[in-house]
């Protein structure tokens, strides 16, 4: 179980927006919405059987080597704004229950639909920046009864819950998920590290060097999610050269590393997961 409370960058598809977001890091909730006195609890939901959590792995590695994971969600209120506190629960079959919880960082807007199948071609999302995570898989979830907890039985993302209830239930799930709070790693790695990490500032840079499009599919966000994937991957370039951190000439191009730009493309997850462990063709375009 995870949890954080520092500072962000975002990953949103706006840029200006993004800036927006950093200008605002040191303000408090409060201050990022000025003209409303108090600002709310809303309840997100995720059923499964619905939808799956394809970049749950990411999730929990942005968490432990970020503090906080940020993702555009489904919410059909439209009266959120920036600032207001998000409780995410999960529904459906097995384990129900409240496993995330953060702030959201815009107002609820239309976008594309995340189904497909589905009848309307939009629906409103709003971007979370998640602080404290419960991994569901490992059967970590704080269980809730709808009628007790909640008052009501939720239909749909982005219910508004009354003050006192998530209070409550905020309190519960801070207390349940209470875990030493993560200390950010330094990104110098050592020599002959296993993994070598993108730091939060490089990734933003290749999204907005690649315009928040999948290099080899041509998608773009909100649509998908979007990962940084490596050219060459780590795991070649630890077998080719062993030091992941060491300059080396590759197909005729200077790289200052695994991580150099020159390396990172921005990916889909569908493309990053189906390309796996395997190189790409490195290029200077």
């Given at each position: 179980m995870?949890?954080?409370?520092?500072?962000?960058e975002?990953?949103?598809?706006?840029?200006?927006q993004?800036?927006?977001?950093?200008?605002n890091?040191?303000?408090?909730?409060?201050?990022?919405?000025?003209?409303?006195?108090?600002?709310?609890?809303?309840?997100?939901?995720?059923?499964?059987?619905k939808w799956?959590?394809?970049?749950?792995p990411?999730?929990?590695?942005d968490?432990?080597e970020?503090g906080?994971?940020?993702?555009a969600?489904?919410?059909?209120?439209?009266?959120?704004?920036?600032?207001?506190t998000?409780?995410?629960?999960?529904?459906?079959?097995g384990?129900?229950?409240i496993?995330?919880?953060?702030?959201?960082?815009?107002?609820?807007?239309?976008?594309r639909h995340?189904?497909?199948?589905?009848?309307s071609?939009?629906?409103?999302?709003?971007?979370?920046?998640?602080?404290?995570?419960?991994?569901?898989t490992?059967?970590?979830?704080?269980?809730?009864?709808?009628q007790?907890?909640?008052g009501?039985?939720?239909?749909?993302?982005?219910?508004?819950?009354?003050e006192?209830?998530?209070?409550?239930?905020?309190?519960?799930?801070h207390?349940?998920?209470?875990?030493?709070?993560?200390v950010?790693?330094?990104?110098?790695?050592?020599t002959?590290?296993?993994?070598?990490?993108?730091?939060?500032?490089?990734?933003?840079?290749?999204f907005?060097?690649?315009?928040?499009t999948?290099?080899y599919?041509?998608?773009?966000?909100?649509?998908?999610?979007?990962?940084?994937?490596?050219?060459i991957?780590?795991?070649e370039w630890?077998?080719?050269?062993?030091?992941?951190?060491?300059?080396q000439?590759?197909?005729?191009?200077?790289?200052?590393?695994?991580?150099?730009?020159?390396?990172?493309?921005t990916?889909?997850a569908?493309?990053?997961l189906?390309k796996?462990?395997?190189?790409?063709t490195?290029?200077?375009?």
């Amino acid at each position: 179980m995870l949890e954080h409370n520092r500072p962000f960058e975002e990953f949103g598809t706006d840029s200006r927006q993004a800036a927006r977001f950093r200008r605002n890091t040191a303000r408090t909730r409060n201050d990022c919405c000025p003209t409303r006195v108090r600002l709310s609890t809303y309840l997100l939901t995720w059923n499964p059987a619905k939808w799956k959590f394809v970049d749950w792995p990411q999730a929990l590695i942005d968490m432990r080597e970020l503090g906080f994971y940020v993702r555009a969600w489904s919410c059909k209120n439209s009266a959120v704004v920036a600032g207001d506190t998000m409780l995410l629960v999960k529904t459906g079959k097995g384990l129900r229950g409240i496993m995330a919880s953060g702030v959201a960082l815009s107002p609820s807007h239309e976008a594309r639909h995340w189904n497909s199948e589905s009848e309307s071609t939009t629906t409103r999302f709003v971007q979370v920046r998640f602080e404290r995570l419960a991994d569901y898989t490992k059967g970590e979830i704080l269980r809730i009864h709808n009628q007790e907890d909640l008052g009501f039985n939720p239909q749909s993302s982005g219910c508004r819950l009354p003050e006192g209830r998530a209070s409550a239930l905020l309190a519960r799930f801070h207390a349940y998920i209470a875990a030493p709070t993560p200390v950010a790693e330094d990104i110098q790695l050592q020599t002959r590290a296993k993994r070598a990490s993108i730091s939060l500032s490089l990734r933003y840079s290749v999204f907005e060097r690649d315009a928040y499009t999948c290099r080899y599919c041509g998608r773009s966000a909100p649509e998908v999610i979007l990962h940084v994937d490596h050219v060459i991957t780590q795991v070649e370039w630890r077998e080719q050269f062993t030091d992941l951190l060491s300059p080396q000439i590759v197909n005729g191009v200077n790289l200052q590393g695994v991580n150099d730009p020159l390396n990172l493309r921005t990916s889909c997850a569908d493309c990053n997961l189906g390309k796996g462990r395997r190189s790409g063709t490195l290029s200077l375009s």
